[in-house]
């Protein structure tokens, strides 16, 4: 069984807020922030490895993005996978989430063969969630989105779908795509000997010589959606802190609920 | 291919380029700014440049759209209730439509659901698209991307908006893919551009951190899925009593490779988070699993619903779709209470927009104090029983 | 001389900060509030193939140097020292193996121990002998292909959670210290129970319990190295076992500097920071030099025995100079913290009590001193 993974390396937005500000001159000090994995990526990653540990498959896995993106890749290696691809080309930069996934489509299709296809549910810098279920459709298999739970039988699969209040149980037959959610598993840490080892194998970049795609399918120009503008959101502004001691903030929230006609569904 | 350089003439390594950079893209080296690889083009350090020192050039295309016309919006039902959100949709969509000086129409797939929609023509809907087949009892993939596409190569609509629901999600891209448009993901506000007249998809990115405005310029139909609770709903009002027209897909063609064999209910009785006029959350702070017993009775005793941080659905404390913020779900309660929960912006931007939120936290310092109407800087193990008391003597005296 | 880490293992001690400050750290707090054996904590770093590191490929390790051992157990013991002791203790097992053992028992006990799958002790310490290691009264007999031990050993770490044990025990009471040989017991053996779990000042997580021996027999293959040989093995392991200790007081030394450092950065008193009154400089910066000393003290130990030359002098210069300095530095920490330094809101003061056994064990700092000198002088 061959699986591919698709991963994204992304800034470490949990780390994003991390501005202060230098008491000297009131400037902001942004410190640097780290490139990781995509976290949801790293739970297919984990997902892969184990159904290769129960069943017997071999991983590969693969990201679309600039040179650096090959760090990401090669912790995938040190925790376990097999193979490892990096799609980079300067022609591919400024694709949106159409050209995204019909470059990695492409890629997947010039690898011999493919059972399953793992991703992450979304990548947590862009929170599209359209990536996977767009290689899907370009290779036309099915999808199944939101997977916390994944069981892998003779070519098919069936999976647990967290859906608003409930799960959902699927099944479909092999080849198919598969994002998952944090609920799956908990990724393990590459090993020493996983990192040696993945230091020192090669990772084929594959760039448009050799994918030879349509440029204006790929990067600004093949991406339908433009951003034309980022800026900061603006928040809403601070309260009132309440003071006193125990009984007197609470009886203060009451009074407020109370103001409110927050207390008409009191049981 | 797009094209960004800096003018070295103009540069003056100010610097102001190197914060706006949502990607960390641009440093100063040698007194000049420099952008490494990986620009995506997004203009923010264009725009923030005093001295006009960054060029980026895209190229403008000539392309005919103006066989687009409709506003349309995906009118999701499950089990033949409509989703809320289809009501923010249409409150959205008609807005949009008015502004466009175009017609709003409805979408519903399902099975048996012909008399629900005359639900929809109480509402200024002009017209309302039905595909009634026992294949879209249950919503799969490839059957609704089916009716929908066929639905869209045929009408041409012009806007296509859906909830960012786990079904919109899931359809929404597989829908725009095989159209070959594009599709903004989690809108939180649309504008019309005075110019182009095309939809401004406004969205948040990098977990919060930021907003971007999204436009699909050369493409139609211009695809975008709503966050649910966000935009304001439609109330029935005037209507227009819609024109019901049903179509019928070609959908023996597809293949029924995918099964919904079962449902797994984790908890009885879970109030829909997203619908609750209160919300009391939970987060690390609570310590440990059991003490979500604190939130539960203060949820009950208000009547409302429990939400949970991120930190901890991830520690498996309480089931995930509890989570509110960021990769979870987006709240607009009446109330929102947050206990031990210290606010960071992923987990904000599912909550911010709630009327009143009171959040109790022991550390003075949690960004969670920034947003709240009311801050009680409190140790929650000390704070919720002696108001969860109190709410019960004053529950007792109403008794009376 | 090149004080640069090489490429690997910068490689090695990126992933192991990692582990280390997202799981064993915030962990630490809890784990001695508990007193419980940190057992996740293990099987994280036995996942991460940590506990091979210097034990040879042949038998399942990575074949790595005592250099990147003690880098390694430096970044493990800053983020928690009684994982790090732990973790340091194997060693005390590991070493007198590959180095006295023979290639049955080293195909025998290296592998588990490289895995992590079993953990080790070294068993010395009695009642009657600490400082006087030569006055061990635990008898060993000859017995019908193998011997018989007799005895109790008290304080040993990662006793009972440890399945492979180097006992060192008399076989001949006449000869004194000349008598002594070593053994490997595994947990299980009938005759081999465990008695007392000692209750400490600190550390309270890390297990160390009084071994008891009552007409335990094993087999002639379990005779570590030669008969009589005992002491000198008990020796040479804990020249290499000091030098884990060194590095475990430098762990703690570390983590008190940087809670000093970074509090004395935010503490406003007087209308500043405190970090800008010389006074606190002053503590801050005699820290930082005690801890640099005692750094490179350990790692040139480490890199002696490497190289294969005698470590013993450093080994024991860095111990001594790194578990006082260690002292020194963590009840500092606490003054710098002031009154809540003294709370148990804030590590320093667990700092300070996890500090002081480091003057103790594998030889106390008046043994140290000995030690050097005989070394010294001979010179």
Redesign the interface.
């Known amino acids: 069984m061959h699986i591919v993974v698709c991963i994204k390396q992304v800034p470490d937005t949990e780390e994003l807020p991390k501005v202060k500000i230098d008491p000297k001159d009131n400037t902001i000090v942004r410190e640097e922030v780290k490139n990781i994995i995509n976290p949801f990526d790293e739970n297919a990653i984990e997902e892969a490895l184990r159904i290769k540990e129960k069943k017997s498959a071999s991983v590969t896995a693969i990201s679309m993005g600039p040179p650096q993106a090959e760090e990401a890749l090669r912790r995938a290696l040190a925790m376990g996978v097999d193979e490892a691809i990096l799609i980079s080309d300067p022609v591919f930069a400024g694709s949106d989430t159409w050209a995204t996934s019909y470059v990695l489509s492409r890629a997947i299709k010039k690898l011999e063969h493919f059972d399953l296809i793992l991703a992450g549910k979304q990548a947590i810098d862009g929170d599209t969630a359209q990536v996977g279920p767009g290689i899907a459709e370009w290779l036309g298999i099915p999808q199944l989105t939101y997977v916390r739970k994944l069981e892998v039988k003779d070519g098919s699969i069936v999976a647990e779908r967290a859906l608003e209040d409930y799960f959902e149980v699927i099944e479909t037959r092999l080849p198919a795509l598969v994002t998952v959610t944090k609920e799956i598993n908990e990724p393990r840490y590459p090993s020493l000997r996983g990192l040696l080892l993945a230091k020192k194998k090669e990772i084929p970049i594959w760039n448009n010589d050799y994918l030879k795609l349509p440029v204006d399918k790929v990067g600004l120009d093949g991406s339908p959606t433009r951003v034309i503008k980022v800026f900061i959101p603006e928040l809403p502004s601070k309260g009132e802190i309440i003071e006193g001691d125990l009984n007197q903030k609470a009886e203060r929230v009451i009074e407020e609920l109370k103001k409110r006609n927050l207390l008409r569904w009191l049981r | 291919?797009?094209k960004i350089k800096i003018i070295l003439d103009k540069c003056t390594g100010c610097g102001k380029c190197v914060?706006?950079c949502?990607?960390?893209l641009i440093s100063i080296e040698e007194d000049k700014a420099k952008i490494a690889?990986?620009?995506?083009?997004?203009?923010?350090c264009v725009?923030v440049c005093p001295f006009e020192a960054i060029e980026l050039e895209?190229?403008v295309r000539q392309v005919d759209l103006s066989e687009y016309k409709g506003v349309w919006i995906f009118a999701e039902q499950r089990e033949g209730n409509f989703m809320p959100v289809t009501f923010e949709l249409l409150g959205v969509g008609r807005k949009l439509a008015d502004e466009l000086g175009d017609e709003l129409s409805a979408v519903v797939l399902g099975f048996n659901i012909k008399d629900k929609v005359e639900f929809l023509q109480k509402y200024p809907v002009n017209k309302i698209y039905v595909v009634d087949d026992p294949l879209l009892k249950t919503y799969r993939?490839?059957f609704y991307?089916r009716a929908l596409f066929d639905l869209v190569t045929n009408y041409k609509p012009q806007i296509l908006l859906m909830g960012a629901?786990?079904l919109g999600?899931?359809l929404?891209?597989?829908v725009?893919?095989?159209l070959?448009?594009?599709?903004?993901?989690?809108c939180t506000a649309f504008e019309i551009d005075g110019e182009t007249k095309n939809l401004?998809q406004i969205r948040?990115?990098?977990?919060?951190?930021?907003?971007?405005?999204?436009?699909?310029?050369?493409?139609r139909p211009q695809m975008a899925t709503v966050r649910p609770k966000v935009m304001p709903r439609i109330s029935p009002g005037t209507s227009s009593k819609g024109e019901i027209i049903e179509f019928v897909p070609d959908l023996a063609g597809e293949d029924e490779?995918?099964?919904?064999?079962?449902?797994?209910?984790?908890e009885s009785d879970?109030q829909?988070?997203?619908e609750a006029?209160?919300i009391v959350s939970g987060g690390r702070g609570l310590g440990k699993a059991e003490n979500f017993k604190l939130i539960r009775r203060l949820a009950?005793?208000?009547?409302?619903a429990v939400g949970a941080s991120r930190a901890v659905?991830?520690a498996g404390w309480i089931p995930?779709?509890h989570q509110v913020g960021?990769?979870g779900?987006t709240v607009q309660p009446?109330?929102y209470i947050a206990c031990g929960i210290s606010g960071?912006?992923?987990h904000?931007v599912g909550m911010?927009?709630s009327?009143?939120?009171?959040a109790i936290n022991k550390d003075?310092e949690a960004?969670i104090?920034?947003?709240?109407?009311?801050?009680?800087?409190?140790d929650l193990h000390?704070?919720l029983p002696?108001?969860i008391k109190?709410?019960e003597d004053?529950?007792a005296k109403?008794e009376e | 001389m090149n004080f640069d880490l090489s490429e690997e293992q910068k490689t090695i001690l990126e992933l192991v900060e990692e582990v280390s400050e997202k799981e064993i750290a915030p962990a630490a707090d809890q784990v001695a509030e508990k007193g419980e054996f940190p057992q996740k904590n293990v099987e994280k770093l036995a996942s991460l193939d940590l506990f091979g590191i210097t034990i040879p490929q042949e038998y399942g390790g990575l074949g790595m140097n005592y250099l990147t051992w003690t880098l390694v157990a430096e970044r493990i013991s800053r983020a928690c020292a009684t994982t790090g002791l732990i973790f340091g203790a194997n060693l005390l097992c590991t070493f007198p193996l590959l180095n006295f053992g023979s290639e049955a028992q080293k195909k025998k006990y290296l592998p588990p121990l490289a895995r992590g799958e079993a953990l080790g002790a070294f068993a010395l310490t009695e009642p009657e002998a600490g400082s006087d290691a030569g006055n061990v009264q635990t008898t060993a007999r000859k017995e019908k292909g193998g011997y018989v031990l007799d005895g109790n050993k008290i304080f040993i770490t990662n006793g009972e959670v440890a399945d492979i044990y180097i006992i060192i025990a008399n076989l001949d009471k006449k000869r004194g210290a000349r008598g002594l040989a070593a053994f490997i017991v595994e947990k299980g053996t009938e005759g081999f129970s465990f008695g007392q779990h000692f209750k400490k000042m600190g550390l309270e997580a890390l297990p160390n319990v009084e071994l008891i021996f009552n007409n335990c027999w094993i087999p002639e293959e379990n005779l570590l190295g030669k008969e009589k040989r005992g002491f000198r093995i008990a020796m040479q392991t804990f020249a290499a076992g000091r030098i884990g200790v060194g590095i475990g007081a430098l762990g703690i030394a570390e983590a008190a500097f940087q809670k000093a450092r970074d509090y004395a950065k935010e503490r406003i008193q007087f209308g500043r920071p405190i970090s800008s009154f010389q006074a606190v400089q002053h503590i801050l910066a005699e820290m930082a030099t005690r801890i640099e000393a005692a750094r490179y003290l350990l790692y040139k130990a480490a890199w002696l025995l490497d190289q294969g030359q005698n470590f013993e002098k450093y080994a024991s210069m860095g111990k001594l100079y790194a578990s006082e300095a260690a002292m020194w530095v963590t009840t500092k920490a606490v003054q710098v913290l002031g009154g809540y330094g003294y709370m148990k809101d804030y590590p320093v003061e667990r700092y300070m009590r996890e500090a002081k056994l480091f003057e103790i064990i594998e030889g106390t700092s008046e043994i140290q001193r000995n030690i050097i000198a005989n070394i010294i002088l001979r010179e």
Request: aromatic share 6%.
């Open positions: 291919m797009a914060s706006s949502p990607f960390s690889v990986g620009c995506t083009f997004c203009g923010a725009e895209k190229k993939t490839n991307a629901t786990t999600r899931d929404a891209p597989r725009a893919t095989r070959g448009t594009g599709l903004t993901a989690d401004v948040p990115a990098f977990g919060g951190n930021v907003m971007a405005s999204i436009v699909t310029p050369y493409h490779l995918v099964k919904v064999i079962g449902q797994i209910r984790e879970v829909d988070l997203q006029e209160i009950e005793l208000l009547g409302g659905v991830d995930s779709y960021q990769t779900k009446k109330l960071a912006i992923q904000q911010r927009n009327e009143t939120i009171i003075p960004p104090f920034n947003i709240a109407t009311y801050g009680i800087v409190e000390k704070f002696v108001l109190k709410l004053v529950s109403k």
